[in-house]
């Protein structure tokens, strides 16, 4: 075109730069415009903004911006939409409010719209809740973008219930809608909202897609809730949802935390494309249901596939090490991570080896480790090196622990009620008293045990004494049923961890209530002969019923899977797959 001599226009340098491959090209289509007489022209201006921001010079925009004479709602826009992108989402708040208060420039939908993402990523809900204010003053109500945006970003603040109000009054709801706010209640832990808002988005003829599946499944794997994960994963089928890596990874790491770790493998192993996210799903969930050899075989080919680990990967390689009572081999992968990797450790790797350490009995190793820590050891730290020192009744070192973790949080109820239980095992009455009435005197419970189970798609919680159940008295005598065999099989039930002082009576009877024997018991009630039982408890299952489910598992010929806190425990035949570490 130069060559033939025909002059450029002002519509001629914005094609150009939105052309651009790198700042080196744009550099020199920038000093033609300039040359050219377009140094002020507005439109070439902000595309050139955008230009220099899509080649990474953010510096070079911001002083595209800064040296133009006139700013339109465009120029704004552009500006502090460059701004939010490149992770400066504090300077495009302030840009906006230079806009509207020193510059009195009305911002349009893109400029809310940009700036709503910069309040998202800069968690500013003052400023969120202000231009919500004026969405509503102008006329900005009914528009569907700003709206779901304005949905996403007050579930990113926290603020679930102000999205579900604008969720629920909006006229017009698009499919992105109904994924911000399925996502929203799965981020604020209301698993059961999101699924029935699903319900609701199909009884409306919306079907899902690959967004709205893998916030489902996230929701299904917080509860345990195989048979629905097992509906969505044949959904997403039927529907012919292009299963991605994201999607792919949701679904491997659903059935490996639902205690079905053979389809994980299997749908692993189905998927023509995998990641790092990929790899350490399916570590950490072959960790978690104690199957470590196999974690750290997956380990050992994922490094020959040429896929690198992350920090992420070794917290499930530890975890394996960890649960099976490998230590040489987890002293061994927690030193490739910076001699092989590059990875600096970060405390919850150096929490991983205090664990497997402790767990081994080497309390003295577990303790120089904490000291020449780069960091202060935080309460995961601390916990696993007392819970170490429970099991294996080193007395000193929980002392040492516990006051450690006292002198972080004073009111951590987990410490006392360890450090009681170690008195007691250690046949330190006075001391274990003490522990428990300082306990009272703080106002502190133990936090309740809760515990579900999924039956015919339906999730049932337990809590501990609950009899709010409608099938309560059907329960209460299986439960009475499962205490008889028991004690016929010669159980006799660990009293130890029974935090407050009562008669022995009592005690068991406090034992027999516990929330997984209850959701035991509802299993065997609901479900058919040989099926297995999967319970899913809140906090670390207590010796007493661990005990106690082997024997059931073998009394009632049924396979019983509980996922606790810290990881799976199969059950069957009188065996745990724990093996005892846990």
Known sequence: MMVQGLIPDRYTFPSLFKSCRNSSEGKQIHCHSTKLGFASDTYAQNTLMNMYSNCGCLVSA?????????????????????????????????????????????????TLVNVLTACARARDLAMVKRIHEYIDEHGFGRHVVLNTVLMDVYCKCGCVQLARDLFDKAQEKNLFSWNIMIN????????????????????????????????????????????????????????????????????????????????????????????????????????????????????????????????????????????????????????????????????????????????????????????????????????????????????????????????????HSGTYVLLSNIYKSSKKWEEAKRTRELMAERGMRKPPGCSQIEVHGVVHEFVKGDSSHRQSSEINEMLEDMISKLKNAGYVPDKSEVLFDMAEEEKETELSLHSEKLAIAFGLLSTSV?????????????????????????????????????????????TCSCRGFW
């Open 530 to 574: 040989g099926a297995p039982i999967r319970v899913v408890k809140n906090l670390r299952i207590c010796s007493d019923c661990h005990s106690a489910t082997k024997l059931i598992s073998k009394l009632y010929n049924r396979e019983i899977i509980v996922r606790d806190r810290n990881r799976f425990h199969h059950f069957k035949d009188g």
């Open 184 to 411: 929203g209640h799965v981020e604020d832990s209301n698993y059961e909202e999101a699924l029935l808002l699903f319900r609701e988005m199909q009884t409306k003829g919306i079907k899902g897609d690959k967004v709205t599946m893998a916030s489902l499944l996230l929701a299904c794997t917080h509860l345990g809730a195989l048979e629905l994960g097992k509906w969505l994963h044949a959904y997403i089928k039927k529907q012919r949802i292009d299963v991605d890596v994201a999607l792919g990874t949701a679904l491997v790491d659903m059935y490996a935390k639902c205690g079905s770790i053979e389809t994980a493998i299997q749908v692993f192993h189905e998927m023509p494309e995998k990641d790092v996210m990929t790899w350490t799903a399916l570590i950490q969930g072959l960790a978690m249901c104690g199957q470590a050899e196999n974690a750290l075989q997956y380990f050992d080919e994922m490094h020959i596939k040429g896929v690198k680990p992350d920090a992420i990967t070794f917290v499930g390689v530890l975890a394996a090490c960890s649960h099976a009572g490998f230590v040489d081999e987890g002293i061994s992968h927690f030193n490739s991570m910076s001699d092989t990797y590059g990875i600096q450790p970060t405390i919850e790797h150096y929490g991983g080896l205090v664990d497997i350490l402790g767990r081994a009995g080497r309390i003295a190793e577990a303790e120089e480790l904490i000291k020449s820590m780069p960091m202060a050891p935080d309460q995961f730290v601390l916990g696993g090196l007392l819970g170490a020192c429970r099991i294996h009744g080193n007395l000193e070192a929980a002392e040492r622990a516990a006051k450690q973790l006292l002198e972080i949080d004073p009111y």
């Open 62 to 110: 911001r002083k595209v911006f800064d040296k133009m004479e006139d700013k339109t709602v465009v120029s704004w826009a552009t500006m502090i939409g460059v701004h939010a992108q490149w992770d400066q989402p504090n300077e495009a708040v302030r840009l906006f409010d230079r806009m509207m208060k020193s510059e009195n420039v009305k911002p349009n939908e893109v």
